[in-house]
C-alpha cells in the first residue's frame, strides 16, 4: 500500500508547527515554537525518503550513519570527509576550554575561527584526539555500552545476531539514552537526541521506529528521516530481509524562531512535490563493518534548491 509522499507528511509537519507550536525558550537562547508528540509514517518501497521541496546533503547523512556504525566518537573521520553538521559543538567546548572568548554563532570571526579548528582537527592528530572527542555519545553507546562490571555490550552487533534468530522478539532496541553518560556527551557534543529505535520483523519484512526526544524540525528532522531508513535498508540487507516501513516518532517537536521563514518558504513548494529517489545499495555486503560511502548511490534525485538556515548551538 502507497503511503504519503515524505515532502506531503513534512510540509504537514511544518504548517502543525507554525499554527499549534507554542513559544518557548529553550538551551541554546533562540527561542523555538514547541509541541510534543508527533508521528510519521514511510514505506519504504515507495521510495527513498528524502526531501524534494529542499536539496539534503546525502552524502553527509551517509558518512554520518557509517561513523555511528562503526562506533567512532571522534569529528577527525567527519572533517576529512568534509562533513561540517558536528563542528559546532566542539569548537564551542574548545572555546570555553581554553578560556578564548566565544563568538557569536554565525558572525565573521565565528566562521573564520571554526574553520581553522577544523582544519587543526584534520592535520594535528594529537589536537584531535583531545579537541575532536565527542564523548561517549551514539556510535559508542551503539557499539560499547558500558557496564557496571566493566565490561561493554555492543548493541548493535548484537540486534543483527537477534533480529537472524529471533526476528519476532519485542526486544529489538538500541538505546543511545545512557543516562550515566549524559553530562559527558554534553561537554563537546550534544545528548543523543535520536535517543531510541526498535526494529521489527513481518512478512519478512524489517522495519524500524525511532523515537526522538528533541527535534530540529528544519534542519535535523529532514537528515535523521533519510538516516534511520537508510539504516534500516542496510540492517534488512545484512539479515536478508526485505524493507518495510521506516516510522518517525517525536518528542519535543519544534521549530526555531529564527527558522520561520525558511520553513514557510519551503511550505510554498507544496505545489511542485517531485518524484522519490531511490537508494542502491551494493548487495555484496553482508556485514556492518565492510560499508563505505562508495557502496550507495542515489539515483534520479530531483529536488528544489536548497534553502539555508542557521543552526542553534
Given amino acids: 500500500m502507497q503511503g504519503k509522499h515524505v515532502d506531503e507528511s513534512y510540509l504537514d509537519l511544518l504548517e502543525h508547527i507554525l499554527k499549534n507550536g507554542t513559544e518557548k525558550t529553550d538551551r541554546t537562547g533562540t527561542g523555538t515554537k514547541s509541541l510534543l508528540g508527533y508521528q510519521m509514517r514511510f514505506n519504504l518501497a515507495d521510495g527513498f525518503p528524502l526531501l524534494t521541496t529542499k536539496k539534503v546533503p546525502i552524502k553527509s ?7 555511528f556504525m562503526r562506533g567512532d ?3 577527525k573521520y567527519l572533517a576529512d570527509n568534509n562533513v561540517h553538521i558536528w563542528d559546532e559543538w566542539p569548537y564551542k567546548a574548545y572555546l570555553i576550554k581554553n578560556k578564548i572568548n566565544v563568538p557569536k ?3 565573521e570571526e565565528w566562521n573564520t575561527g571554526i574553520k581553522e579548528f577544523v582544519e587543526k582537527i584534520k592535520n594535528d592528530s594529537s589536537f584531535a584526539k583531545e579537541y575532536g572527542n565527542l564523548g561517549p555519545i551514539y556510535g559508542y553507546q551503539w557499539r560499547s555500552w558500558p557496564t557496571p562490571s566493566g565490561e561493554h555490550i555492543d548493541q548493535l552487533a548484537n540486534i543483527v545476531e537477534e533480529i537472524k534468530k529471533n526476528p519476532n522478539s519485542r526486544r529489538l532496541i538500541i538505546s543511545a539514552w545512557n543516562v550515566a ?3 559527558e556527551m554534553a561537554k563537546a557534543g550534544l545528548p543523543p537526541c535520536h535517543c531510541f529505535f526498535q526494529f521489527y520483523v513481518v512478512n519478512n519484512k524489517l522495519s524500524c521506529q525511532l523515537y526522538q526526544r528533541s527535534c530540529d524540525t528544519f534542519l535535523g528532522v529532514p537528515f535523521n528521516i533519510a538516516s534511520y531508513a537508510l539504516f534500516t535498508m542496510i540492517i534488512a540487507q545484512i539479515c536478508g530481509l526485505e524493507t518495510g516501513e521506516f516510522v ?6 519544534h521549530l526555531y524562531l529564527n527558522h520561520l521563514e525558511q520553513a514557510n518558504l ?12 531511490k537508494m ?9 563493518e565492510d560499508f563505505t560511502i562508495d557502496d550507495f548511490e542515489l539515483v534520479d534525485y530531483n529536488p528544489h534548491e536548497s534553502i539555508k538556515a542557521p543552526i542553534a548551538v
Fill in 61 to 67: 547523512i551517509i558518512h554520518e550513519l557509517l561513523w
Fill in 73 to 75: 566518537t571522534n569529528l
Fill in 280 to 288: 542502491k545499495i551494493n548487495s555484496n555486503k553482508k556485514r556492518l
Fill in 105 to 107: 554563532t554565525g558572525s
Fill in 181 to 183: 553518560d549524559i553530562d
Fill in 266 to 277: 519551503q511550505i510554498s513548494r507544496r505545489n511542485d512535490i517531485r518524484p522519490l529517489p
Fill in 248 to 253: 518517525w516518532t517525536g518528542g519535543d517537536v
